[in-house]
């Protein structure tokens, strides 16, 4: 009896967790004290497992100038409700060490060494399972 | 020796397989004939596990007018890039019979029962694991 309890709480809380892909896109990353560190961009899918590897942080530059894309694993975003915003905690400095390229290049995500590198810097399981 | 070979080319197979959100969004659906059925209007992702548990197909209407949305389970979808869109061989009637929801309407992703409705319409595998 009890397990069916904690199933069905278990069961309910899941069934609330969809967000959509278009408001992902557009949601501020802060630090825990507020301060905004980008945007999120876009995700990146992966087609085969059907799972989001990376969420496209859009942060730097000055009037567009300069602006620099860092892809953060999905795992290591968490929503702060009270922050309004995707938390994570990166100092300017870490932010500007972070795997990460300017703007308006195309990230190559078909090398998978590049890939590990940045699972390495969040320190997060990688998507694909194992390096 | 042989081994290391498969690996290192299932392993380059799977790391070209990211694919953008903001790329998915728009993308056309059609039929084998080449027949647009309509079109993907945003992923819905599933924020404990990371993966897409849905593509909201917008279709049907005229003018702005009549337009619905039906939650397609990822898994059903496949990309055919001769067709240049989504490949899903669903008839008029089908899709009507299809669960969907007007498009001017919030579609209740927290009702488990409508989903595995859904995941049965479709005949695929929840992305949850199982009913």
Redesign the interface.
């Known amino acids: 009896m009890q397990t069916d309890t904690l199933q069905s709480e278990s ?2 809380r ?9 408001r ?2 557009g949601t501020p990353v802060r630090r825990s004290n507020g301060e905004k560190i980008g945007t999120i961009q ?13 969420a ?1 942080l859009s942060f730097g530059g000055f009037l567009g100038m300069g602006q620099k894309h860092a892809p953060i694993p ?2 290591r975003l968490n ?1 702060d409700p009270t922050l309004g915003a995707y938390h994570l905690d990166l100092s300017n400095e870490e932010l500007s060490g972070a795997p990460s390229i300017a703007a308006d290049q195309e990230f190559d ?4 060494s590049r ?1 590990v590198e940045i699972h390495k810097y969040y320190r997060v399981p990688p ?2 399972g194992a390096y």
Do not use: F
């Open positions: 069961q309910s899941q069934a609330h967790t969809l967000i959509a892909s278009d992902v896109e876009r995700l990146m899918i992966d087609k085969l497992s059907g799972s989001v590897a990376y496209v999905w795992a929503y995500w078909g090398d998978r890939e998507y694909w």
